[in-house]
């Protein structure tokens, strides 16, 4: 970016030198009385200073152009960015709830399951047991 900046603003002070020494080679060339060829002078360095002023006018309007193009994009980008964001955020709370409520599902299910092992144990000793005083007596 630095670079182009370089590269246009050497351009057009090429250009402005060159319009300036030509405009000059032009008017010494010129066969005309010192006081006209001094009023011909003073006449291109001001219409020479009023196309730089337009110039950078120009360049100044530009370059505001362009610097709030440039914060407009950067801050769509950084809206857009934090949606992003949030969007993930949000879905990976969704998917932490869904985790936890199946591995609650799942916590509870195995404490059943544990209980009816324990209990079916149980019966079978009290049957067991049961049937070992039968036999006894």
Do not use: C, W
């Amino acid at each position: 970016m630095f670079n182009d900046q370089n590269n246009t603003r050497a351009y057009f002070l090429g250009m402005l030198t060159g319009t300036i020494l030509g405009g000059l080679a032009a008017l010494l060339y010129a066969p005309k009385s010192g006081k006209e060829l001094r009023q011909d002078i003073s006449d291109k360095s001001n219409e020479l200073l009023e196309d730089a002023e337009k110039y950078l006018t120009s360049a100044k309007n530009s370059a505001s152009e362009l610097i709030s193009e440039g914060r407009k994009k950067a801050e769509s980008l950084i809206d857009d960015a934090k949606r992003k964001v949030e969007s993930i955020s949000h879905s990976g709370e969704s998917a932490l709830k869904t985790g936890e409520d199946l591995l609650n599902q799942g916590k509870e299910k195995l404490q059943n399951e544990t209980q009816k092992l324990k209990d079916a144990g149980k019966s079978g000793v009290s049957a067991y047991n049961e049937e070992r005083n039968k036999i006894k007596h």
